[in-house]
């Protein structure tokens, strides 16, 4: 019954996307995150639904008439040179066959990245497509909290099978992110209703966090956590929803939660943490012999045993630092790093730039629950490896457009903004006149 009603959903969905190719961006980030033919059981779980709403989307963007427009900034071309030097790394990888595979998935996901950039034009479109994000993970921060809840936390919260979130450690940075900008999206909500249903979302999936029992997800939680609540609005209210989540989470975990989570302190004495640590060596120990790092798909046992302080630990690298260090060497961790700290900058210039103007409120409000899904990325990522999880690539684009729409708000009423007046909202959102979605 699952499938059946997800290919309804999908199939019945193409002819209107050859129209409004923006709903097959968004269709694209639902499929991406919320996974749901990993949900069912028969036909639609391995068809490929995302390779069909793809091409389905670019033909649309091709034909439509829906406005398109193409954002280029120093970001973007940042990551355009990522993409180009892990296309050199590939060339001298170790496993050529492993890392070509691998890099046709990394093309495919920054594909549908500019696709996303290309179809982002309107405050509207931005806001449509963080309500997609938010909804799509949601479901599993508000499964997964009452999971937690009801179970008293004796279970793992785990994500969909074969997908970025499978696991528990992939599902929690997810969730992380996500609480910011469920809470973006509750500060310009005018519905009571929906307000109260963001805030639950928000407490519930920081639970569901607790519950999926990794120790990177509690020290992005406790590192996010007071983020949120220097970046917020409304920080009373902040601190309560933090108290809230907080409290009900610590008051139902087990004692083997805690049991686990103190490892972290004693990290010497863990078989798991030393084990990452020694692949953490082993990427640094590539990098400095092999300028183009090891390539995709290094971390096999004859790389580990040749390059490891410890020959005989070889398990995955499980960091979004030394995973970019060892596959591509120290000129990749640069890119990468020089990526994500230009669109903190950004970030930072948005906030600056809408301060003294209540039109723009929404951009700065989202650029700030932007770094905060940032902070929660850099600290669990340093205990993951999802260097390549499209979420972070979706929120670079989103800055960039909305630096741009900024942009485009100050330059039609610039006298407004500078005498600190509130300018028009509907004036200078768009380059060109929006299409109706």
Request: charged share 15%.
């Amino acid at each position: 019954m699952r499938d059946l009603f997800l290919a309804c959903v999908v199939f019945g969905a193409l002819p209107f996307i050859l129209k409004r190719p923006f709903w097959g961006i968004l269709m694209l980030a639902w499929l991406g995150y919320m996974n749901p033919h990993r949900l069912t059981w028969g036909f639609m779980f391995s068809m490929p639904v995302v390779q069909i709403v793809a091409i389905v989307t670019l033909i649309g963007m091709l034909v439509s008439k829906e406005t398109k427009r193409m954002v280029w900034s120093r970001e973007i071309a940042v990551l355009v040179l990522f993409i180009v030097w892990m296309g050199i790394t590939t060339t001298t990888a170790f496993y050529q066959n492993l890392a070509i595979q691998q890099y046709e998935k990394v093309i495919k996901i920054q594909i549908l990245t500019f696709m996303t950039l290309l179809m982002l034009t309107s405050e509207r479109k931005v806001h449509l497509f963080i309500w997609t994000i938010a909804l799509s993970l949601g479901f599993y921060g508000v499964k997964g909290g009452l999971f937690t809840i009801v179970n008293g936390g004796v279970y793992r919260v785990q994500g969909p099978e074969g997908t970025f979130i499978g696991g528990n450690n992939e599902l929690a940075l997810a969730l992380v992110m996500t609480i910011p900008l469920m809470r973006y999206l509750y500060l310009h909500e005018k519905q009571k209703l929906i307000k109260l249903g963001l805030a639950a979302a928000m407490v519930l999936t920081a639970i569901a966090a607790f519950g999926t029992q990794s120790r990177g997800a509690l020290v992005a939680l406790v590192l996010t956590g007071g983020i949120f609540w220097l970046k917020s609005r409304h920080k009373f209210v902040t601190a309560i929803l933090i108290a809230t989540a907080a409290g009900v989470a610590l008051s139902v975990m087990p004692a083997e939660w805690y049991e686990r989570m103190s490892t972290i302190k004693t990290y010497q004495e863990d078989g798991s943490a030393q084990g990452r640590i020694n692949q953490w060596g082993n990427a640094i120990n590539i990098a400095n012999d092999r300028i183009t790092g090891g390539g995709f798909e290094t971390w096999q046992r004859p790389v580990c045993e040749r390059y490891a302080p410890n020959p005989n630990d070889c398990r995955d690298v499980h960091s979004i630092y030394f995973e970019v260090l060892g596959e591509h060497g120290w000129i990749g961790l640069a890119i990468f790093l020089t990526l994500l700290g230009m669109t903190w900058l950004k970030c930072s210039s948005i906030i600056r730039r809408t301060k003294k103007d209540p039109a723009l409120l929404w951009a700065r409000d989202l650029a700030a629950m932007v770094q905060v899904s940032m902070v929660a990325y850099l600290s669990a990522g340093a205990f993951l490896g999802l260097a390549y999880f499209d979420y972070i690539y979706h929120l670079v684009a989103v800055v960039v457009v909305t630096n741009h729409l900024v942009g485009q708000a100050t330059k039609s009423a610039p006298s407004a903004v500078g005498a600190g007046l509130p300018a028009r909202r509907d004036e200078g959102l768009q380059a060109s006149p929006p299409a109706r979605i």
